[in-house]
Nanobody, 124 residues
Framework: QVQLVESGGGLVQAGGSLRLSCAASGPTFSNYAAAWFRQAQGKEREFVARISRGGTVISYAASVKGRFTISRDNAKNTVHLQMNNLKPEDTAIYYC?????????????????WGQGTQVTVSS
């Protein structure tokens, strides 16, 4: 399985921006679809965004559409999440996930690998 390490989290004021990165190592990363999930304190982990193996098919949760952008660079084995116009309700631990089958969609139980997470805190 691919190993994932997230970075780029931090504290930002509402309306600000952050760029999260996910570095992959191990098996060929281009064989995996990738996604970002987040988990706020006391809540279940929820889907944020997903990108297909080749980067051509992208989907977003309704709550972040138009503000967040997912991208990947298979030559560098990385996935990014550009987050703009951040809101206090975006505060959560953000996790990178990889799906070898390419069919996991928004179902977190079907992802094969997870990173350790990176904290994003948005102050009002």
């Amino acid at each position: 399985q691919v190993q994932l390490v997230e970075s780029g989290g931090g504290l930002v004021q509402a309306g600000g921006s952050l760029r999260l990165s996910c570095a992959a190592s191990g098996p060929t990363f281009s064989n995996y679809a990738a996604a970002w999930f987040r988990q706020a304190q006391g809540k279940e982990r929820e889907f944020v965004a997903r990108i297909s193996r080749g980067g051509t098919v992208i989907s977003y949760a309704a709550s972040v559409k138009g503000r967040f952008t997912i991208s990947r660079d298979n030559a560098k084995n990385t996935v990014h999440l550009q987050m703009n116009n951040l809101k206090p309700e975006d505060t959560a631990i953000y996790y990178c996930a990889a799906d070898f089958g390419g069919n996991a969609g928004m179902d977190r139980s079907r992802y094969d690998s997870w990173g350790q997470g990176t904290q994003v805190t948005v102050s009002s």
